[in-house]
């Protein structure tokens, strides 16, 4: 594929959102308590596409939502009939502004398990009719490590069109996948808007350059694979379990967690069926009825957690279940690092 | 997905109270025809769900040989449970999605003598399997069913208990955990019936059993006491699970998604998993 | 605030006189100036321990936790997070000769920002009101102070004060990490659990978000000691504190200026019944 890449300066970006959000359904970080959280915009003003990691929350409900109607019921005398719910709002053709790199790969780590033998076509239609538009990070936060994962941060193909903010100021735009490349030429570039073809991609690889040492994480994610496939029984996982108070927040805004229960709303003879979040660190999550659990204690539902991650996803569909992106760092009440946790129990071994 | 997780409406044609807690509800689709196209396999579950209180997996515990409805079991162990054999009688609606999951493996156990070790309600996905043989009885060599619950009114499927011990064709052993007035056979636990009575052929044969997890634990070490191999050891696990189609993430031992892998394995396969059942 | 090296003694002291088998205080993360809760059962790790402003957690949470139950417990309390230790004394949950309390007489903690957290400025209990042995120079009880935002609230007309309290429970993703993270809250069933309650059923949705947080708040009214645990946990950062603090308002207001967990044996506003109760504004 090769696309022109377009370069700006700030103002000729600040064009480029204001004409993406006027002619199309477009989503972006919308600020509340001081968390962005993605919502519908019609404005620029409203939203903020360059919003800081450590306050985005990941635009996964966009796709995954937290709460999803299955379905409606009703019952009567003539029996019991069930009916689909009103079409998915989250379905139709739209835009994404703001979702960091990191979050955008979740999704492609999401698309193995949604895309394994029962395909979950709301997922791939909510999946194809969105285009993700988002910029670069510019430098690692505390938490970040999103480099260091069996991914390729600079030609990663999740963000359908990139932006990158220049070190001398100029920003960079470029499609990076098809449907991006559609979407430029379908919505294209204003020349009086200050947009203007570039000729070199130096800067983009300043930048990258620059945002990739100041990583201070660094993990060495096949040692971690290969060591924690091999200490199931350690006792390490006590140790590193007993200051989490299992509160569910990491699963709850981890871009990639995926696991879901399923709950009716019963309003006498009607009701609504719902899909929502869950998490492993649920003490109820896998309690029978009858009570038996397979993982009654903390140490083996966080086992679970840091093996689901980092081992059996990896061994399923060939990918880590984690994109480095700190979120569940970032949230933790008592501040647990899943990087701290997975590595010192690799060096168990 | 969504559309995934939307049940068939199936009627509650026949009700049948097993034990104090087992009922075993005989299901036809409400949709005509859908019953001749819902095609299953000894082995594999269903969600069941009642509207408004939720949804749980059961196996499905007759053979689509019988042909023109299919039987879920049901223990009253949890919530959900409990509004089944709280609010559901006859004629009432349910929703039914599956069938999921593997099943036993016809192939493999075909010629051979089949050996069913059934504890409590482990019975009912034996059940299916064993109907299923029965009606191709000229497929497989000797065959006998060992059955044990805690007391004699634990006992599931009477009447057809009896059907099995008036076949010739069948051998069937009892047993109950506790001694009882009036109970003709054998007393004590699984495990020991099968060493002390039962006593099976090794040579060509495989065994079937399934029950509470810690019935199946001292079984599996009983038969290998007995000299079965890992392979010819097969049993039906259990899992807490929500949604059948290997998303929710929630039976998954090790890489394993038992909703999909299984839920029927060989102890060989079983021994690969990770130590978490 | 820095009492690092007080807790250090003190641990090293219990453990050598075998008088706990287990020490919850803190210790820093591997990677910034955060803390994490740290229970400590070698006495080896004791160099661990640190006690500073950003000491922010409720250590009582972890008083439900397995790793404490049925030990001998040292534990480090501030003085919100004594007042909770009170309550769960007299609500049965711990046992008094099973524990040693580190008592701190404390300043204030500082949030994310470094900026004092809201509800220290308006502390009213600093000092620890149970310990074994206290560490810092009391200051003594401070006068009430209604909370700012609730002033600001309680100027506004209902319709308002309404939708304002609508938007916090739009924003509410349903994690439930508020309940896991109070310290108040240990009941083995939550009627806010959709597992073990038929009541709610755990979807986000606004309605849910609005049962859940209501009642939760309702059954902390009274007794929560607003240690903002279950702000510092909430992903969304909703203003938790607004449901509990209006609450505690009405209480101090209505119920003699009770406070809850101050006084030693205090069973909180709810659990005790006078004549003399006001109750016009039930009805």
């Known amino acids: ?349 | 997905m969504e559309q995934l997780l939307v049940p068939m409406i199936c009627r509650i044609d026949k009700m049948i109270q097993e034990t104090p807690d087992v009922r075993t509800y005989r299901l036809k689709f409400k949709e005509e025809g859908l019953m001749e196209k819902f095609r299953w396999m000894p082995g594999q579950f269903v969600e069941f769900s009642l509207l408004g209180s939720g949804e749980c997996t059961f196996c499905i515990s007759s053979s689509s040989t019988r042909k023109g409805y299919f039987d879920c079991s049901i223990k009253k162990a949890g919530l959900v449970t409990a509004d089944i054999h709280r609010l559901l009688d006859e004629g009432d609606y349910v929703g039914i999605r599956g069938p999921f999951g593997n099943w036993f493996p016809l192939d493999e156990i075909k010629g051979k003598n089949l050996l069913f070790v059934g504890g409590g309600i482990g019975l009912a996905p034996l059940r299916a399997l064993i109907q299923y043989c029965i009606d191709n009885r000229n497929d497989y060599k000797d065959f006998t069913i060992l059955y044990g619950a805690r007391t004699s009114a634990d006992l599931c499927y009477k009447d057809e208990i009896k059907e099995w011990q008036e076949n010739p064709l069948l051998k069937v052993i009892l047993t109950i955990d506790k001694p009882e007035e009036a109970w003709p056979t054998n007393v004590g636990v699984v495990p020991k019936i099968l060493e002390e009575v039962v006593k099976p052929v090794i040579e060509n044969t495989k065994v079937i059993t399934c029950g509470p997890p810690i019935m199946i634990k001292y079984t599996i070490q009983s038969l290998k006491k007995l000299g079965f191999a890992d392979p010819d050891i097969i049993t039906t696990l259990e899992m807490r699970m929500q949604c059948g189609l290997g998303k929710c993430g929630r039976c998954n031992i090790g890489s394993t998604y038992v909703c999909k892998d299984g839920p029927v394995f060989t102890n060989e396969q079983l021994r690969g998993l990770p130590d978490e059942f | 605030m820095d009492y690092t090296n007080q807790i250090r003694e003190i641990a090293t002291r219990l453990f050598t006189e075998d008088k706990i088998d287990v020490f919850v205080g803190y210790r820093m993360t591997g990677f910034d100036d955060n803390q994490v809760p740290a229970l400590i059962r070698d006495p080896k790790e004791v160099s661990q321990l640190v006690f500073t402003d950003k000491s922010v957690f409720n250590l009582t949470n972890y008083l439900k936790n397995e790793h404490t139950r049925n030990k001998r417990v040292g534990l480090v309390v501030k003085g919100c997070d004594s007042r909770s230790l009170n309550l769960l004394l007299t609500e049965s949950q711990v046992k008094r000769d099973k524990l040693y309390v580190i008592g701190i007489a404390c300043e204030g903690v500082i949030d994310e920002a470094g900026n004092k957290m809201q509800n220290c400025m308006e502390c009213v209990v600093p000092d620890a009101v149970v310990y074994d042995e206290m560490v810092g120079t009391p200051k003594g009880k401070q006068g009430y102070q209604v909370n700012a935002d609730i002033h600001e609230l309680a100027s506004k007309e209902l319709v308002e004060r309404r939708a304002y309290f609508e938007e916090i429970f739009e924003n509410c993703i349903r994690c439930n990490a508020c309940r896991h993270s109070c310290p108040m809250c240990y009941c083995a069933k939550c009627c806010i659990d959709q597992e073990t309650s038929t009541l709610y059923n755990g979807a986000n949705t606004k309605s849910s978000a609005f049962h859940a947080l209501m009642t939760w708040s309702l059954h902390l009214a009274g007794r929560c000691v607003d240690c903002r645990n279950c702000e510092k946990a909430c992903p969304s950062h909703l203003p938790l504190h607004l449901l509990h603090k209006w609450n505690e308002r009405v209480i101090f207001e209505n119920f003699q200026e009770h406070l809850a967990g101050v006084q030693e044996g205090d069973r909180g506003a709810f659990y005790k019944y006078s004549m003399q109760d006001p109750n016009d504004f039930i009805m």
């Open chain 1, 1 to 349: 594929m090769n696309v022109e890449t377009f370069v700006t300066d700030k103002a000729g970006l600040v064009k480029f959102y204001e004409a993406i959000i006027a002619n199309n359904e477009t989503y972006a970080p919308v600020e509340k308590f001081g968390k962005f959280d993605f919502k519908r915009v019609l404005t620029l003003a409203e939203c903020d596409p360059d919003s800081p990691i450590t306050k985005t929350m990941s635009a996964k409900p966009l796709f995954f939502p937290r709460s999803a109607k299955i379905l409606k019921y009703s019952a009567d005398a003539s029996g019991t009939d069930v009916k689909e719910t009103d079409e998915d709002p989250l379905t139709g053709k739209r835009v994404i502004l703001g979702m960091k790199h990191c979050d955008a790969r979740g999704l492609q780590v999401l698309d193995k398990v949604y895309n394994w033998d029962y395909i979950d076509s709301d997922y791939q239609k909510r999946r194809q009719n969105s285009v993700i538009i988002s910029s670069r990070c510019d430098k690692a936060e505390t938490h970040c490590f999103c480099t260091s994962l069996d991914y390729d941060v600079e030609n990663l193909d999740a963000m359908d069109v990139l932006i990158v903010h220049g070190l001398d100021g100029k920003i960079f735009i470029k499609a990076r996948t098809e449907k991006g490349e559609t979407f430029l030429k379908a919505n294209p570039i204003d020349p009086a808007s200050g947009i203007q073809h570039s000729a070199s991609e130096e800067g983009m690889k300043k930048q990258y350059d620059a945002f990739a040492a100041s990583f201070r994480l660094k993990m060495d994610y096949k040692n971690v694979n290969g060591k924690l496939s091999k200490i199931f029984d350690t006792p390490e996982f006590e140790n590193v379990s007993a200051s989490c108070i299992g509160c569910n927040t990491c699963a709850f805004i981890c871009p990639t967690c995926h696991c879901f229960k399923i709950s009716d709303e019963k309003i006498k003879d009607t009701g609504i069926r719902y899909k929502s979040y869950d998490s492993c660190n649920n003490g109820y999550f896998t309690l029978m009825a009858g009570g038996h659990n397979p993982r009654p204690v903390k140490y083996r539902r966080w086992r679970q957690r840091a093996m689901h991650k980092f081992v059996y996803y990896k061994e399923r569909f060939g990918e880590n279940l984690c994109v480095g992106c700190g979120r569940c760092a970032i949230s933790c009440p008592v501040n647990i690092s899943i990087f701290e946790v997975v590595n010192q129990v690799a060096t168990t071994v």
